[in-house]
């Protein structure tokens, strides 16, 4: 199958330190092209891919110095409606700056949502645009907007060989992500204060999120049990989250996905993690970590930490959320939507054909 | 003739206080309604018009909580995509939000560039849609794209109600628009208080100029001879303008074209500004104003001022600068565009027609 892939253009795919949607696209695409299909990229110009790369400008725009990150997504739309027709099907990641587009296009296009879909400007926007095919990344993350064109829910997946099993138990929490207040690393040293037991921070500070840090977490960090690492990348990530006892993931906000917690139970490492936005569907509670409601609830879960099997953890990861699994379900995705646009016979009246009674009722024309 | 003009979101048309673009497109509409034309306006739904008015929100942007802008914009170009047949010409102020749909549409569309073209990320985004057609507000706001389609330059045009001659010389400088490091009030204040005459000062502060007044210019309000006054709507304009001596516009940027500096002219009174951007399209050196490089110039020019003739000042703009001169100037090039989009006579190759000697070399087909 001939498949384009849209990403975004602020990080590169993959994305050299943070960034969830540009590593999924990036796993995505080269599980594709594993599997056998010729998959074009259209990306930054600094993207590693296996896939044909379709370059739009030379470095991720986060990376670069430009102002006017809308212009070159602008210019990437032109791209894909220039190249269009070379593929069966056109994947975009990209929110929705290609729907008028695809619309238009009248072509084979799907759609994944990577973001939260709660905010109030959005439903305005999916009204218009409400019979656009969409791939949701959880059930959950549907609920803000019940009507829409919902094609089907693929979960994320990584790599099997990305992250391997440590079946010894860590002995520290791991906290990975960004610092802002809906990921709630106060919350995370909280419960690990509590518990006396150490605490690894390996997060992102955006500049939105800076106030925040300073005025609210930096001096959470003076705690001797609490390690502030910075930011870390994917080879830095495998030992973070390997040697850990348990995943914190204490969120205060309708999470789409938390690829974090696959990335965890790929190592073996279970997740403790609040019940809020897809957490139910990506863990499984007693099996591979526990799904709570508050700290009270989470230090009551760590006594049953043991309980947990780190191989059992991996299992459910093999089976659930590897990229290959991913993949196969968006060929499916694909084949369905390219089945859907396909021209249908079309009746087209034949105004020099004669009937000595008159034409059958459905039969007075070319069917072509 | 029937005409779309599709307009930002973030202010109504009119805009209730500061909003250049939107007064423009305002002043645009009435006066194609007023020459006869069908004319609908894309905009804001507490815009006030002649025209149809297609809502596309209840109230502009910038007054309402919404937190993306973008996603209203793009509800728009859908609604304009759904409508277009019904229209001979699309005329969008939209910046580049069209760009890509313009194209696809093939249907007659042309562009007003309102804003300053010198940003470098601008040449990545319109060497790529270098063939859309654009017009231009002044020539001098041409110069960084000089490979673009231009259409024309059509300069901005007021209603010539709208303002009157105030023959009588006034007491103060005038100073409107925005408090913000380009437009350089401080040197307005400067020039003031060398000269020892009087500045009233009428201007908005963004969010993003907040720092820059609280630093910059605050202090300097203190001074007995300037007075600041806040932002004004329409009707206080006027008699702002009409009662000063001259208005001072000691820009510090490259702006594209400047509607106070008419704005001032329809009231009679003359303009010292800075020789940047449009100001030699606008101003007649001697005429309507001094074109000044520095403080020291306008001093001089000050002594001038007496030979200016307020009478002649508005002449200059009914000549110039109505709105009755500027939709003309835009039917022209609506009429040109429609021309060059016309369906020109098709070569289709008819395979059922027998010629004996084989068909000519140009006539082998039929023209439809």
Not at 18 to 27: C, D, I, N, Q
Not at 131 to 155: C, G, K
Not at 209 to 214: A, E, K, M, P, R
Not at 307 to 334: G, H, P, Q, T, W
Request: include cysteine.
């Amino acid at each position: 199958m001939k498949i384009a892939q849209i990403a975004p253009l602020y990080e590169s795919i993959p994305p050299k330190f943070y960034g969830g949607t540009e590593r999924v696209v990036s796993y995505l695409t080269e599980e594709l092209v594993r599997q056998g299909h010729e998959v074009t990229l259209f990306a930054s110009g600094d993207s590693i891919t296996n896939a044909e790369l379709i370059s739009i400008c030379d470095k991720s725009l986060r990376l670069s110095d430009c102002v006017d990150h809308l212009s070159y997504h602008f210019v990437q739309m032109q791209e894909v409606i220039e190249q269009a027709q070379r593929f069966d099907v056109l994947h975009f990641h990209t929110d929705y700056l290609h729907f008028p587009i695809s619309k238009l296009l009248k072509y084979p296009c799907i759609t994944t949502l990577h973001g939260r879909l709660d905010l109030p400007d959005l439903q305005f926007l999916y009204k218009k645009f409400s019979d656009i095919p969409l791939i949701s990344i959880s059930n959950h993350q549907r609920l803000p907007l019940p009507f829409v064109n919902w094609r089907n829910t693929v979960y994320h997946g990584i790599p099997k060989d990305f992250y391997s099993l440590n079946n010894n138990e860590g002995k520290y929490f791991a906290f990975l992500g960004r610092i802002s207040p809906e990921k709630r690393v106060d919350t995370a040293i909280e419960i690990a204060k509590k518990a006396g037991i150490k605490i690894k921070i390996a997060a992102k500070i955006d500049k939105v999120d800076q106030l925040y840090f300073d005025e609210k977490i930096k001096h959470l960090f003076d705690d001797p049990l609490v390690e502030y690492i910075g930011e870390i990348n994917e080879f830095e990530k495998r030992a973070f989250l390997a040697n850990a006892l348990a995943l914190l993931f204490p969120i205060d906000w309708p999470e789409p996905f938390g690829l974090v917690m696959i990335e965890a139970m790929a190592n073996g490492t279970p997740v403790i993690a609040f019940n809020r936005g897809a957490v139910q569907e990506v863990v499984d509670h007693g099996i591979n970590g526990f799904i709570v409601r508050d700290v009270n609830e989470a230090l009551k879960a760590l006594n049953k930490l043991h309980l947990i099997n780190r191989k059992k953890c991996r299992e459910v990861f093999d089976i659930r959320f590897s990229s290959e699994i991913m993949a196969k379900n968006y060929v499916r995705n694909y084949e369905q939507i390219i089945e859907h646009n396909a021209p249908k016979l079309r009746y087209i009246p034949n105004p020099d054909r004669v009937w000595i009674s008159g034409p059958p009722d459905e039969l007075n024309g070319d069917l072509v």
